[in-house]
């Protein structure tokens, strides 16, 4: 019986370990790598509706050789209503989500202002960045804009496929200093680095040697333990020791002088927050007035449905053209359509529905909108059913006749239906 028992388990355990087995050789036989989404879909969904909205976006190349630049510009808005969980954007950086230097950073701007440290942004206002970027790495890499809130995290925008081609090796970074030189900074004082520290680490390791070329431990604790300490260490040894000593004095003072000689001019580190930086000085909410009366979603699905009411203020017909959440663009094709080459996965060209498109001057009206997408899906902001805020938040964009837009942002309470 016992051994019955025995046999059972042994098989069973074997049965397992086959199914595993198989399990792990089949998923690395039809695992195909895909680069797709790059951490931001992880992110709760009700945090990515309401901090950060990026619009605009124009990126002047997909393709580059290695040197060439591209820039990536557009706008944001920093939402009203930012939740809870992110401190405000007191100090905040602009940086560029991509997997480590593929393409280096030449300059970054915010309206205007150069921005190499921490900026302060304003609840409730729009700017505009640019980021001028050198291929460095061929390869064809997923690059986001990115916002890191200090006391909140990186708040990710939308990413584009760029392609850089070429050899890594022809990569130059160059860059000409206030005393007039012009150096390399992919390579400059690599050898100073690796010269300085073999030098000291090859010293460490003589100075070792020295010692370790007669019997280390036993021999020694022994003779310590009969009081003949003193004859371990011989008047030789006492000579390198100084020798050594005097040395090292001698090679700091001179490693000190010559890196003085060498470079007379040497400044700190420049660092600190570079203070708050004004939006830019328009006033879009003004123009139009959008309340959210009610706004669902449906579980599962790929439809945010809101029930709004707008009043236009402006003196022209206004339509509505688009809803941004996420970085995910539902558009009103009517009325607008993509020419900035936006990702794919992150546009809906037909997305956007409406119970009416046109609001007159002066007029106050209910609108139903509804935003349906794939991308509702596979961004996750379907898993804001998940999140312990079910709010959500996006920028809904009106046309004026002239085709100019007045981004106005919408949010609150979003309740799920189930059937
Ligand atoms: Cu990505």
Same mark, same amino acid.
């Given at each position: 019986?016992?051994? /019955? ?17 198989? !399990? #792990? ?42 040197? *060439? ?10 939402? *009203? ?24 950073? @030449? ?7 150069? #921005? ?14 640019? /980021? ?39 990569? *130059? ?14 390579? &400059? ?13 090859? +010293?460490?390791?003589?100075?070792? #040697? ?5 019997? /280390?431990?036993?021999?020694?604790? /022994? ?11 011989? !008047? ?24 003085? *000689? ?12 570079? =203070? ?29 449905? &809101?029930?709004?009411? +707008? ?9 509505? =053209?688009?809803?941004?959440?996420? =970085? ?6 009517? #009325? ?12 809906? %060209?037909?997305?956007?529905? &409406? ?25 996750? &902001? ?12 996006? @920028? ?10 007045? %981004?106005?942002?919408?949010?609150? %309470? ?6």
């Amino acid at each position: 019986m016992e051994n /019955m028992k025995g046999t059972h388990i042994t098989n069973r355990a074997k049965k397992w370990l086959a199914i595993g087995f198989t !399990a #792990v050789i089949a998923s690395s036989v039809f695992y195909i790598p895909t680069v797709a989404a790059h951490g931001e879909k992880a992110q709760a969904a009700f945090l990515r509706m309401r901090t950060i909205h990026w619009y605009d976006m124009v990126w002047s190349k997909d393709t580059i050789a290695v040197n *060439e630049t591209y820039t990536i510009s557009g706008k944001f808005r920093v939402f *009203e209503d930012w939740p809870e969980a992110v401190e405000v954007p007191h100090v905040s950086f602009l940086n560029a989500g991509q997997p480590g230097p593929v393409t280096t950073r @030449l300059t970054s701007y915010i309206n205007g202002m150069f #921005v190499p440290r921490s900026i302060g942004l304003e609840l409730g206002g729009d700017y505009e960045f640019e /980021m001028t970027m050198q291929g460095r790495r061929p390869g064809t890499w997923h690059v986001h804009t990115l916002l890191n809130v200090q006391g909140g995290g990186p708040l990710i925008g939308p990413g584009k496929y760029i392609t850089i081609t070429g050899d890594m090796a022809d990569f *130059e970074n160059k860059v000409t200093d206030l005393t007039g030189n012009t150096v390399n900074l992919e390579t &400059m004082a690599t050898g100073t680095v690796i010269g300085w520290h073999l030098f000291w680490y090859v +010293l460490g390791i003589a100075w070792i #040697v020295w010692w370790a070329r007669r019997p /280390m431990f036993l021999p020694r604790y /022994m003779r310590v333990e009969a009081g003949e300490a003193n004859d371990l260490v011989t !008047a030789q040894d006492k000579k390198v020791t100084i020798g050594v000593l005097v040395g090292v004095l001698l090679i700091v003072l001179f490693g000190y002088k010559s890196a003085e *000689e060498k470079f007379p001019v040497t400044i700190p580190l420049q660092a600190g927050l570079l =203070g708050t930086i004004e939006p830019l000085p328009v006033d879009y909410n003004s123009m139009v007035s959008a309340k959210v009366l009610k706004a669902n979603y449906r579980v599962p699905g790929r439809t945010i449905t &809101m029930t709004v009411e +707008l009043t236009n203020h402006t003196d022209q017909v206004l339509s509505i =053209g688009e809803f941004n959440t996420g =970085g995910i663009r539902f558009m009103n094709a009517n #009325v607008r359509s993509d020419d900035t080459g936006y990702p794919e996965e992150l546009l809906a %060209p037909e997305g956007l529905e &409406m119970s009416q498109q046109d609001i007159a001057p002066g007029e106050t009206v209910v609108v139903d909108i509804s935003a349906t997408d794939a991308a509702w899906e596979v961004q996750r &902001m379907a898993d804001v059913i998940y999140d312990p805020d079910s709010r959500f938040a996006g @920028l809904i964009f009106f046309i004026d006749p002239e085709g100019n837009e007045i %981004p106005i942002p919408v949010g609150g %309470p979003l309740v799920p239906t189930f059937v």
